[in-house]
């Protein structure tokens, strides 16, 4: 359907500058109505206290089959991919996909694999150091992630770069929504592949995620097929096209402060506190969905059933009412109540994981190439289009 009233989205100030947007959004109102691309409508929730409210109001559903009739690519979608996997799902269903996942996801497993994403980071730096510039998204912020959990799935080496393409189509969408077509014919691949890696698996297990997942078990249940296909495919699409943006956007971040640049050089122990603010201030993820199950009220506003909203993280995150000067870029903060992973039952999985990658992504480049600096102007820099998700395209660096 044509949108003849461009939605905030659509906004070119939105796309350069969400933050001023959100700042004007959050002092003019608590509910804000705007469209998605394809028209449909949606309220965004962009005030700190609101959203935590609205993370874990257990009314505010995920799966839109629980809120209203869904339309026919979610439904599709439903039956092939996102209805079988944690992040669409609600209780009791998520409760059972999450437990059956988690295991591999503890903090005392992700630590043990510093060693190795260490390794990839340097060999990522050994490939351009004598180069003296990189795209720092495409030479580094990228193939280190979709590494990563393309190794922990027991992915082929070969078969990396294919499933980036696969991935960065289903992002390039434009939008996550199980509501869009276009979503739908991206992740066929996709499914294709995963279907037949999870047969070999069953054949030939190995000690990959694929066949740690097919054995996983809790009250007697296991994951199905359809669930498996549908959970690996999650976990590799949340577990790098996040990530890059907190390498990418947080190294930006960085770079435009050198002088905090230079004393984060010389006060390495500071990392995981700097991550988490890289992770507040620059928001890999903007925004998450979910749906009205019932009539109620948020922020005093009524909401009717089925009713989309979107809680704008990236917004409650630079919400002054809750941190002062929150639009201000300080790696000295020690402020663990961001946004940036959620909060409630849908909390990111990921996140030992992320701040792990995050952290040896940050050292590695310190302390590998001390010099860095951005080889662009701010304004020239330019973003990927996905809603959801806010990320660099490219980020020309040199040293
Ligand atoms: C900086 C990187 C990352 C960020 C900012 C991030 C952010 C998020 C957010 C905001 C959610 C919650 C969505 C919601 O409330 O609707 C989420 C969920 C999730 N993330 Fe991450 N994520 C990151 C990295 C990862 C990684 C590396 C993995 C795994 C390999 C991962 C796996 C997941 C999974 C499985 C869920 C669904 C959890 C559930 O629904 O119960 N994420 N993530």
Redo the contacts with the bound molecule.
């Keep these: 359907m044509k949108n003849n009233n461009p939605g905030l989205y659509e906004n070119a100030v939105y796309r350069v500058n969400p933050y001023a947007e959100y700042a004007r959004i959050r002092a003019q109102t608590p509910l804000f109505p705007t469209t998605m691309p394809d028209g449909t409508p949606v309220l965004l929730v962009t005030r700190y206290a609101d959203v935590v409210l609205a ?1 874990k109001d257990s009314r505010l559903v ?1 799966n839109i089959n629980n809120a209203r009739a869904a339309n026919r690519w979610s439904r599709l979608m439903q039956s092939l991919f996102s209805g079988s996997n ?2 669409r799902a609600d209780p009791p269903d ?1 409760t059972r996909l ?1 437990k059956l ?1 988690s295991e591999a ?1 503890k903090p005392k497993y992700i630590a043990q694999m510093r060693d190795s994403i260490t390794t990839t980071a340097n060999q990522l730096i050994d490939r351009v150091v004598a180069r003296g510039q990189m795209d720092l998204i495409r030479d580094f912020a990228l193939p280190l ?1 979709i590494t990563v ?1 393309t190794q922990m799935l027991g992915v082929p080496t070969s078969d990396h770069a294919k499933f980036h393409v696969w991935s960065n189509a289903i992002i390039a969408s434009g939008t996550l929504s199980s509501e869009s077509p276009v979503v739908g014919r991206q992740v066929l691949p996709l499914v294709l592949y995963m279907r037949k890696l999870i047969a070999q698996r069953r054949k030939n297990p190995g000690d990959d995620l694929v066949s740690q997942l097919i054995t996983a078990s809790y009250d007697d249940n296991k994951l199905s097929d359809p669930e498996l296909i549908s959970t690996t495919i ?2 590799l699409i ?2 790098h096209e ?2 890059v ?2 390498i990418g956007n947080g190294m930006l971040a960085l770079m435009q402060h050198p002088a905090q640049y230079k004393w984060l050089h010389q006060t390495p122990g500071h990392l995981p506190v700097a991550i988490e603010e890289m ?1 507040r201030f620059a928001n ?2 903007h925004l ?2 979910r749906y009205a199950s019932v009539d109620m009220e948020i922020a005093g506003v009524p909401i009717a059933r089925g009713t989309h909203l979107q809680l704008i ?1 990236a917004a409650a995150n630079h919400d002054d009412h809750w941190l002062p000067d929150a639009a201000t870029f300080d790696i000295t903060r020690d402020e663990a109540k961001h946004m ?3 909060q ?8 030992p ?2 701040r792990l ?2 952290e040896i992504a940050v050292a590695t480049l310190l302390d590998r190439l001390p010099q860095l600096q951005m080889d662009t102007t701010i304004v020239d820099l330019t973003w990927r289009s996905t809603i959801e998700l806010r990320g660099l395209k490219e980020l020309p660096v040199k040293w």
Excluded: D, Q
């Excluded at 409630?344 to 996140?351: K, R, V």
């Design positions: 993370l995920k944690m992040l998520h999450r996942a996801f992630p959990i999650l976990l949340a577990g996040t990530t943006n907190l992770l890999p993820v998450v969905n993280l940036a992973f959620s409630g039952i849908h909390y990111c999985l990921g996140a994981l992320a990658e995050g």
